[in-house]
């Protein structure tokens, strides 16, 4: 079975501020997926980066990077200049390799601080 | 591109009542899943259907829970009768294909809560 933990149930950030965000997970597969997942208060769920478990380059997009170590199963987000708008729950999640299943973690609540 | 559709966004019954969901995914998109989202968790997979046929049902608590997606295109949840473990936010999701099952699209969800 695959589990995620995020260890960080609430995170605050100063604007313009940069942070990190923890995950780590637990699997024995060998190719998988992982991913962030924004989700403001209006709650639709947004993907923020998609990491594949074969790929040793760190994913980027705009102000969102990961740290991806996969030999300690660890898939951590940074969001640099932080704004406003990145106020939300994110959520790390895994997928195995042909899977059709999510598997989340509990979240993390971050608010930007202006 | 019209993005997920979901109603109601709120709802609120009491416990041995019924409810139902509605889902509306994104044209074109084969594949539609509905989520569980307890306060405080992550979303946990209830359904995923491929057109209309069910492709994983295994974590749906069948005794109380049905689900149908008649025609390939909207879906309804429906809990009879409800207790009161079952207040969260329903998600729905679509997606293209079934594999890679990756790239959904989530719904704003229905929140609902058993009293």
């Known amino acids: 079975a695959q589990t995620v933990t995020q260890s960080q ?5 100063q604007e313009a501020e940069t942070v990190t965000l923890s995950c780590t997970y637990d699997t024995s597969e060998n190719n998988y997926y992982l991913f962030w997942y924004k989700q403001p208060p209006s709650r639709q769920m947004i993907l923020v980066i998609r990491q594949e478990a074969y ?3 760190n994913a980027t997009e705009n102000r969102f990077s990961v740290n991806f170590q996969k030999a300690a199963k660890s898939f951590s987000l940074k969001i640099s200049d932080s704004q406003l708008g990145d106020t939300a729950m994110y959520f790390c999640a895994f997928m195995k390799q042909g899977g059709n299943q999510f598997y989340f973690g509990t979240g993390t609540s971050l ?4 | 591109e019209a993005g997920v559709a979901q109603s109601p966004r709120y709802k609120i019954i009491e416990k041995r009542q019924s409810v139902a969901f509605w889902c509306n995914p994104i ?10 989202q307890i306060l405080g968790q992550g979303p946990k997979l209830l359904i995923q259907f491929q057109n209309n046929g069910v492709v994983d049902d295994s974590q749906l608590p069948k005794d109380r829970f049905s689900a ?13 009768p409800a207790k009161l473990e079952d207040s969260a936010v329903y998600l729905c999701a ?22």
């Open chain 2, 27 to 36: 044209s074109g998109h084969a594949t539609l899943y509905w989520y569980q």
């Open chain 1, 111 to 114: 608010t930007v601080i202006p």
């Open chain 2, 94 to 115: 679509s997606s293209l294909v079934v594999r890679p099952s990756y790239e959904q699209y989530f719904g704003p969800g229905t929140r609902l809560t058993v009293t």
């Open chain 2, 68 to 80: 149908e997606r008649l025609k390939g295109v909207d879906s309804t949840l429906k809990i009879q």
């Open chain 1, 55 to 57: 790929k040793q380059q």
């Open chain 1, 9 to 13: 149930p609430e995170m605050s950030v």
